[in-house]
């Protein structure tokens, strides 16, 4: 048996026997979709409910700069198959268990932004979770809260996994290439969006990871 490898990362293409990699889709459900077309599968509604929902998570329910003609015209297609966009949005982002909120308050204040403002971080530890009963997967948002503030660029989400060993996710809003930081600690992703994983302490940790998001906002200045 082969591995074929259908997505949109820029790393994934390393992966499989066979790769359909398209970093300029806004999903992989995008690129699901054109593989379906192009074997001549039929669309249901089933099908397209799985694809709407990579539309709906990956382009922040049609909020990020992926979001474009092409997007819009491929969730009406869909819409069009039957699926109904308020219970999709109901299910992916009005159904969480109380435990994500007990969380978010024990993340919240970890809120750390630099001085000029224009990046900031969360911190999720495994007590936290322990202390809420919360799983890990219940916070994959939370690294948008801090891009929320008008002066914010980039957002750093630290996620504890096991001793001096950290998760890191970033978000950017407009102009620097998260995934190009990523990368330097071989991890990877999108331009806006991406993530890496890191061992050492957590001042450890943070001290490399601002130290190369200081990097990126220089080459800006320079």
């Not at 204040?109 to 630099?114: A, F, M, R």
Request: charged share 25%; net charge neutral; proline share 3%.
């Amino acid at each position: 048996p082969r591995l074929v490898v259908v997505d949109h990362h820029v790393l994934s293409g390393k992966c499989g026997d066979i790769n359909l990699i398209d970093t300029a889709a806004a999903s992989s459900g995008v690129v699901v979709f054109a593989l379906l077309k192009k074997l001549g599968v039929p669309l249901n509604r089933e099908l397209a409910t799985h694809i709407y929902c990579t539309l709906v998570t990956d382009t922040g329910n049609f909020r990020y700069s992926n979001t474009n003609a092409d997007v819009l015209k491929l969730a009406e297609t869909l819409v069009r198959q039957g699926v109904e966009p308020w219970v999709i949005a109901k299910n992916i982002y009005e159904s969480y268990p109380i435990a994500r909120l007990k969380l978010m308050g024990k993340v919240l204040p970890t809120l750390e932004v630099s001085s000029d403002a224009r990046y900031a971080s969360l911190l999720l530890t495994r007590k936290m979770l322990e202390e809420t009963g919360a799983s890990s997967e219940l916070s994959e948002e939370f690294v948008n809260f801090p891009r929320s503030v008008d002066t914010i660029e980039v957002s750093i989400f630290f996620r504890e996994v096991e001793d001096n060993f950290y998760k890191i996710s970033f978000r950017s809003k407009n102009y620097v290439d998260v995934a190009a930081i990523a990368a330097q600690f071989e991890g990877g992703g999108h331009v806006r969006a991406s993530g890496c994983k890191l061992k050492g302490t957590l001042g450890e940790v943070k001290k490399k990871i601002v130290a190369a998001v200081e990097e990126a906002f220089q080459s800006f200045t320079n």
